[in-house]
Nanobody, 127 residues
Framework: QVQLVESGGGLVQAGSSLRLSCAAS????????MGWFRQAPGKEREFVSC????????AYVDSVKGRFTVSRDNAKNTVFLQMNNLQPEDTAVYYC????????????????????WGQGTQVTVSS
């Protein structure tokens, strides 16, 4: 079992920045690829970003490329999502997920491959 707790959300104006954190406990954090997903009202949960077990690989949905940066600190069992130049369309509940890894460069954008999820943190961006 892996327990995940997100933090760092809030209400900000367009153009602002936020840094989300996801703290993990339970099984070895470094055995899991980590992902960030978001869900806006009335919409399905969508992929935002992911990072491999080692932190050496990452991926982003096109709409956040150049604005968001994912990172992880395996010593602190934490994954981060730095979000810059936030826009109203980024408004959503942001969730982190953990996907059991097969090798250190493993990562996945597929929601169904994430077996553990946090409770989510709300990000609201006003125009």
């Amino acid at each position: 079992q892996v327990q995940l707790v997100e933090s760092g959300g809030g209400l900000v104006q367009a153009g602002s920045s936020l840094r989300l954190s996801c703290a993990a406990s339970g099984r070895a954090f470094s055995d899991y690829a980590m992902g960030w997903f978001r869900q806006a009202p009335g919409k399905e949960r969508e992929f935002v970003s992911c990072i491999s077990l080692s932190g050496g690989r990452s991926a982003y949905v096109d709409s956040v490329k150049g604005r968001f940066t994912v990172s992880r600190d395996n010593a602190k069992n934490t994954v981060f999502l730095q979000m810059n130049n936030l826009q109203p369309e980024d408004t959503a509940v942001y969730y982190c997920g953990a996907a059991r890894g097969r090798y250190i460069s493993f990562m996945t954008t597929t929601r169904d491959e994430y077996h553990y999820w946090g409770q989510g943190t709300q990000v609201t961006v006003s125009s």
